[in-house]
């Protein structure tokens, strides 16, 4: 086809001509750059080894500030509570090895906690991976359960266009937890650096409404005694008549809490599904 051979032909000249355009950076001035256009202003983190490139950049940044940590699990913590206080994108680093096994942590609990954070860590060099070397850990795979999307990066070209999407992913839907794991060599090595123009990732469409089918009730914890006893029952009837919507009702039996019954409009009590069902 004439007509899409020249369409592709007209696309390379243009990528030709952002390529000769761009700046080349080595890849930890990119991760530096790709951060200071993402609006990250602070970062958590403890240097070693394999991230070392990348400390040498951050050390001329002055859009944003290191908060040096003790022990990697401290930093990933604290970029939980800054993104669960500020409502922005936590930011933790760590070197390869046990230094990146120490974030594995602080990144299931903001799997579990729907929290926004971008954990970097550096990795040995690429022509040293799979040979058992010094603190090499896989920690893509180790965290693939608990992410979003784990990415490996091994060439500095990449390194723009995985950041932003990582941001992106972190951010958006649900958010979660992304990790970035990039090879000591893709940190030294340049390229020219080319920002993506947009975030188009396949298969990742995330739901950003809730479903207008789906009903959700209040709930309300009460001890027993009181949803037994026949005066606050009426009462829940009348508030859940009133309202004009059900709400759900546990009773709380000394410290846990009971299957209990759910108030629909014009209705008496009946069975309630139990906590774990109520949240699936």
């Not at 799979?130 to 990415?151: C, L, N, R, W, Y």
């Not at 992913?169 to 940190?187: E, F, H, M, S």
Request: include cysteine; charge should be negative; aromatic fraction near 6%.
């Amino acid at each position: 086809d004439t007509t899409s051979t020249d369409a592709d032909l007209a696309e390379q000249r243009r990528q030709d001509q952002r390529v000769a355009k761009a700046p080349v950076l080595t890849g930890s001035g990119a991760i530096l750059r790709s951060l200071e256009l993402l609006g990250i202003t602070d970062v958590f983190g403890l240097p070693g080894g394999a991230i070392m490139p990348f400390y040498d950049e951050l050390m001329s940044a002055d859009k944003i500030r290191h908060i040096l940590v003790r022990h990697e699990q401290g930093a990933g913590h604290a970029a939980e509570g800054y993104a669960s206080a500020s409502g922005r994108l936590g930011v933790a680093i760590a070197t390869s090895g046990p230094g990146a096994t120490n974030l594995v942590t602080a990144i299931a609990d903001a799997h579990m906690d729907s929290v926004p954070l971008l954990a970097i860590t550096g990795q040995v060099f690429s022509t040293s991976m799979g040979t058992d070397a010094f603190q090499e850990v896989d920690i893509s795979g180790v965290t693939m359960p608990i992410t979003k999307h784990s990415f490996l990066v091994t060439d500095p070209a990449e390194i723009p266009g995985v950041i932003a999407a990582a941001v992106h992913v972190a951010t958006t839907g649900r958010p979660g937890p992304v990790l970035v794991d990039i090879t000591k060599d893709a940190q030294q090595k340049s390229a020219p650096f080319l920002w993506p123009p947009d975030i188009d990732l396949p298969g990742y469409h995330p739901v950003t409404k809730a479903n207008a089918n789906l009903r959700f009730f209040p709930v309300v914890v009460t001890h027993s005694h009181c949803a037994q006893h026949s005066t606050r029952r009426s009462g829940f009837n009348a508030v859940s008549d009133n309202a004009g919507t059900g709400f759900y009702v546990w009773l709380l039996h000394g410290e846990s809490l009971n299957q209990g019954e759910v108030m629909c409009p014009g209705k008496t009590f009946q069975p309630a599904p139990s906590p774990h069902e109520l949240l699936q």
